[in-house]
């Protein structure tokens, strides 16, 4: 009888305990359903796609190796099952278990019911620190690190299997999605997967803690492993594991001018907020559309502005750095965490947009998105947790702190290439005869800024923390910070110079 092995967000053979674990109990069927209608949703694009199929190819070809290459089939996965279900004998399906939007879930529902319906048994594995069902947050670092450290699985051998059409990768999931060239992506599968792993922890990562903040710098002292996280082709436990090893390296050594160590261990720490954020969504998916603070409804309006919005997804808000960083994003797929909490600070308070439209715009720009850390990070910066201090970033400063010169402003707002470093990150305050000498006009070539930013940045922190100051509200707030803080324990990330740990303690 077959084992069928279906991947989602998990495409890779190694550390892959379902494929593991099927393969025991005889021939494996491993299986990728193209779902047309997941890639129609709103938080989905062309640019997932062509980083997911390349991972799909590298997959495939791992798969071969391993004795049986990956099959491929196009359609809503009740009906996909059902045809498997109704071709071969099948003892049992085998997956990750997966912490995905509302679209998803009620896929797994239904496939559930499919496989009930067959009395066919479904495995579901954990592949991530995350607890489904009751929690008990005092005991989720525990259980974080007994996943974590536990082995890897080896990629098995696997049977061939005798006429079973392997299926075709297609160019498009669906007619209906857009093509999204980003150029200046990263390439999804796992030979990139590991070079960035090892480039980072060997090379790159030293000043990781240091320069993690700067869109000038993050680029290559990140570890850039979100998308392949968000993919699956490395697995949780290997990047952990992986870094443990480089950290004890180091440990072994004599004291000297490295910064490794404490590179290493601010590293680890985000780690552990990947799951942190994604039980969030997993114990309360209405994150994905409502404000986890009910004193926070009614506050924005839900139909966002179209003028306001437009300007910001385009990177025309007046604001350069602003834009320089959605430009950015919108040609390579990836900007750094404090330029992506700037960006939908800037909508939230300064443009007072209700999150869910610019989160879904930031979804779609994101080659890594991932539901469980997105969603409630755009509230966390959104101000809509009712829990965590209110951080609105000033889009000036952040400007004058991680580019001071201009560069990267220059890089990604070419309109104003030829204005000095005294107004760069201020252009709208230029004299005439000074935009006239660098050859451009604000409001024809450059927009002004849609609004005041201090004024604006003002009024949203009275409003908000009007709404919080309320008995109930407050009374709320104690009961989510039950539900969703962290409980510090285990290794603790180093200290380190950037105010967003703060942040995300959670104020626990
Ligand atoms: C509004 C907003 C939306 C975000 N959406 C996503 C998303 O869809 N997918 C995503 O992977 N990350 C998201 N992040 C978190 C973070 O910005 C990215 O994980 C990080 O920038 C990815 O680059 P990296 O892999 O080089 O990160 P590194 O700094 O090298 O970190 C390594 C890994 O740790 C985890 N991590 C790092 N920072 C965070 C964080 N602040 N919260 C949770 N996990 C973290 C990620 O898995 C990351 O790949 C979002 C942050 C904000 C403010």
């Not at 997932?48 to 809503?76: K, M, N």
């Not at 857009?178 to 992506?185: K, N």
């Not at 993919?231 to 180091?250: D, I, K, Y």
Request: hydrophobic share 40%; charged share 25%; net charge positive.
């Amino acid at each position: 009888m077959l084992q069928i092995v279906w991947f989602k967000r998990d495409l890779r053979a190694v550390d892959h305990e379902p494929l593991s674990r099927a393969a025991e109990h005889g021939p494996v069927l491993p299986l990728y359903i193209v779902e047309p209608e997941l890639w129609q949703q709103p938080d989905m694009s062309g640019r997932h796609w062509a980083f997911w199929r390349e991972a799909l190819q590298s997959l495939r070809d791992d798969l071969a190796r391993c004795g049986q290459p990956l099959v491929i089939r196009q359609g809503e996965a009740v009906a996909v099952l059902r045809a498997l279900l109704r071709e071969h004998r099948v003892a049992a399906l085998w997956s990750h278990q997966e912490t995905g939007n509302a679209w998803t879930y009620q896929r797994d529902r239904a496939v559930d019911e499919l496989l009930r319906e067959h009395g066919v048994a479904w495995h579901q594995a954990r592949q991530h620190g995350i607890v489904r069902g009751t929690l008990d947050r005092n005991r989720w670092s525990r259980q974080w690190e007994a996943l974590m450290t536990a082995a890897r699985y080896p990629s098995p051998r696997l049977a061939p299997l005798q006429g079973v059409d392997p299926g075709l990768l297609p160019q498009q999931p669906a007619a209906a999605l857009a093509a999204d060239p980003c150029p200046g992506r990263q390439h999804g599968g796992r030979p990139d997967a590991e070079q960035a792993l090892y480039s980072f922890l060997e090379v790159r990562g030293e000043r990781y803690h240091l320069e993690m903040s700067s869109p000038l710098t993050a680029s290559t002292s990140c570890s850039r492993l979100s998308a392949h996280l968000a993919s699956g082709t490395l697995s949780m436990r290997e990047v952990l594991q992986a870094t443990r090893h480089r950290r004890q390296l180091w440990q072994g050594r004599p004291g000297g001018r490295t910064a490794w160590p404490k590179a290493l261990a601010a590293f680890e720490g985000r780690l552990h907020w990947h799951c942190h954020f994604m039980q969030k969504l997993e114990s309360e998916p209405r994150v994905e559309f409502e404000n986890l603070h009910t004193a926070m409804n009614g506050l924005r309006d839900e139909h966002a502005d179209p003028v306001r919005l437009s300007a910001w997804a385009q990177g025309e808000t007046g604001w350069p750095f602003v834009d320089a960083c959605m430009r950015a994003l919108a040609h390579t797929g990836w900007i750094n965490f404090r330029m992506r909490a700037m960006l939908m600070s800037v909508a939230s308070y300064q443009l007072w947009l209700h999150w869910r439209e610019p989160a879904l715009h930031l979804a779609r720009q994101f080659v890594d998105y991932e539901p469980g850390i997105h969603y409630p990070q755009a509230q966390m910066q959104s101000g809509t947790t009712g829990i965590n201090t209110l951080r609105i970033y000033n889009p000036i400063k952040q400007s004058l702190d991680q580019d001071p010169t201009g560069r990267f402003i220059r890089t990604w707002v070419p309109e104003l290439t030829a204005v000095d470093d005294a107004w760069i990150h201020t252009p709208w305050q230029m004299p005439a005869p000074e935009q006239q000498r660098c050859g451009m006009r604000i409001g024809r070539d450059y927009p002004a800024p849609l609004v005041d930013h201090e004024a604006a940045a003002r009024s949203a922190r009275q409003r908000i923390q009007l709404a919080r100051r309320s008995g109930t509200a407050r009374a709320e707030s104690r009961a989510i910070h039950q539900r969703h803080g962290s409980r510090r324990r285990g290794p603790r990330p180093a200290k380190i110079p950037h105010p967003q740990t703060d942040l995300f303690d959670d104020g626990a």
